[in-house]
């Protein structure tokens, strides 16, 4: 039989015409680049061979992964590693290469990657462990992949955990310092003897601190805590008081072991969308209402008391007067009566013991005078200084009359005063420059005033910065005294000179003294030893808010 | 002076009636003077019908059981006894005092004095005056 | 060409198509997408598509001595018929499959 016809080789060159064409696609795809890879038949087995432009898109890939992405030899020799690894070593790429991924562990998790290593020869494993370079310490989440068959390497995908860590560590500061703020939360409440409440409006649910419990006498948590029971601890007096939407109230309640507690609670509604709250605080105000309570009665005992005193005094005074009284009634009567029968002695010595009586006279009226001041009501009126001048002047008429003084008066101010106490201070200075003045020589009072600038109110440690002061000056040409003594002298019963030197109680100064502090304001004297004195007495023109004025 | 003038003294303290009396007695030896020594007793006297209406009343102030205010207010209702003129003589020096017992109805504030002589020029001058109700 | 008959024949049975890709590629992409595309358009259901990654399956070449990614085989109706690249030249992909234009 003849083997082939002209037929059979006509299909055989289409055949091959075809196979010819396809052969030429497929290099002309080749050539356009239309093909990224081929799998062939290579004695018997099937392998594919990649063409540059794949190859290139898989490098893409690997590069800008926000992963990192190494190649390790079974030595751990570092073949390949991505641009995220090298810089999230702060290395360059090209040290990262060929170096041992043993050397870019810490020591603490270097054993664990060689365990992982191993394991991920065979097979593929996944840890945790800590980079190592620059100083710097990675933790890192890494999955180790074997290439095998196709690659004799370990293919290795890090995963930073850094930021993933700082945040666990935020975390963990935030949940101590939580902790801390819980315990200085704690400790406030227990020292400001306040507990809270938080009361979700939506879902009913009732909080209470810790210090709550404790404040109604019993253990923290010790119970559920419910509208209800809160209620049971009220006292029953006061029950009636919490029906009102308490914004803030003070009420009783009776502790767990009978105390009695004044609370008062404060409330605020919080009102976000999804969250609607109250919270509030009670405040255990035991200790502040009984103190007010406490003031408030000695207050009133406090009146009565001064009260009393004050009647005592007076009775005092006149009860202690009239025996003296009784003494010069008869000296007088034995000096009237036996005038011719007694000498001169004996008259002089009736006249001693007169003498003493009336001083003593002088000492209780002083001293009554001086009881009243620290607590006589005091009604501050307009008081015109210079009136005052002119009737002490007008008291010490026959004085200054007798002694031949001269007086000469500047114009004074008008001040918001106690008329009788300045009444007071006054005749005690005039009086002191008409009795303190000079053997043979006309006594000179000269009285001036003048407003005393800020810098010296605010330099006396006396005087009330706030208010404006005059200065009032009594100065004379009598005997004086010695500047050491210049405090001394308005100590109550302090005295200069000897009773048979110069009469007197030794109270009028300090009484003086008083009467300025009552006013707010002060005296001070300036002399020299038989050069004369001046006495400055410093007065608020008028008087601070919280004194009664007429 | 008025022949045989009454005058009427209340004082708790003996010594003062005393010199009272003396200096009264100094001024007009037939001066009818009569005591007390108490409020209370002065006012039994005074109210008693019998007994002859003073011309003059003296009132201490601070005397046990009644004081000389009260004894005052008490004279003072008395139709019979409202017109005489009361003094109020006492060891009070306060002005207040004397203000206050003047609207009261005391005619008169005399404060006693340290010197006993004195007593005797007060009263010949407080006796010789007249003294208009109203 | 000797398709008429077989184009008759074909009308009336699905096409079995074989696409084959590498998974990281824009021609494949760009092949898978056009393919879809086409068939959608043309075939409505009367097609069947594999889509084949060279990579999780050398063993295409064992048949096929060399089997190109991406490429197209069309493997019935008879005779298989394969193009290589994109497959962005529709009418060339059309024309070779058989289909009729139905615009």
Partial sequence: ????????????????????????????????????????????????????????????????????????????????????????????????????IFDLITDETRERFQEHFVLALQGSSKTEITLSANNKKIPVYISLTSLQPQLATVGMIVTDLSEKKHNEQRIIDYQHRLQIQNKIFNLAEEIASTGSYEWNLQTGELAYSDNLFRMLGCLPQEFVPSTEKYLTFIHPDDKEQLNKTPLQLTYRIISKNGEVKYFRTTEKEIDDPGRRMIIGTNQDVTPDIINTETLRKKNIELEHVNKSLDQFASIASHDLQEPLRKIRVFTSLLKHRFDADLSVDTRGLIDKINASSERMSLLINDVLNFSRICHAENMFMRTDLNQILDNTLTDFDLLILEKGASVRKGNLPVIEAIPLQINQLFYNLVGNALKFSKAGTAPVLTISSRMLPSEEIENASNLNGQLSYSEISFEDNGIGFEQQFSEQIFSIFERLNSQQQYSGTGIGLALCQKIAGQHQGGIRAEAQENNGSTFYVRLPLTQSADRVVN | MKENMTIFIADDDEDDRNLFVESAKELNKDINIITASDGQEAMRILKDEHSPLPDYIFLDLRMPRINGRQCLAEIKKEERLSHIPVFIYTTSRDVNDSIDLGKRGAVHFISKPDNPTEIYYILSTVLDAKWDQS | MENKPELERALAEKIILQLYITGMSENSIRAIQNITQLCEKYLADRFDLEIIDIYKNPSVAEEQEIVFSPSLVRQLPLPKKRFIGDLSDTKKVILGLGISFKE
């Fill in chain 1, 1 to 100: 039989m003849e083997t082939t016809t002209s037929e059979d080789l006509l299909s055989e060159i289409e055949g091959l015409k075809l196979r010819l064409s396809e052969a030429q696609e497929a290099i002309d795809a080749i050539k356009t680049g239309s093909v990224d890879a081929f799998a062939i038949r290579n004695d018997g087995k099937p392998e594919v061979f990649t063409l540059q432009s794949l190859d290139y898109a898989y490098r893409v890939l690997i590069e800008k992964f926000g992963e990192g992405a190494l190649n390790l030899t079974r030595d751990g020799l570092i073949i390949y590693c991505n641009s995220y690894f090298s810089t999230l070593l702060g290395m360059p790429n090209e040290k990262v290469t060929g170096s041992y």
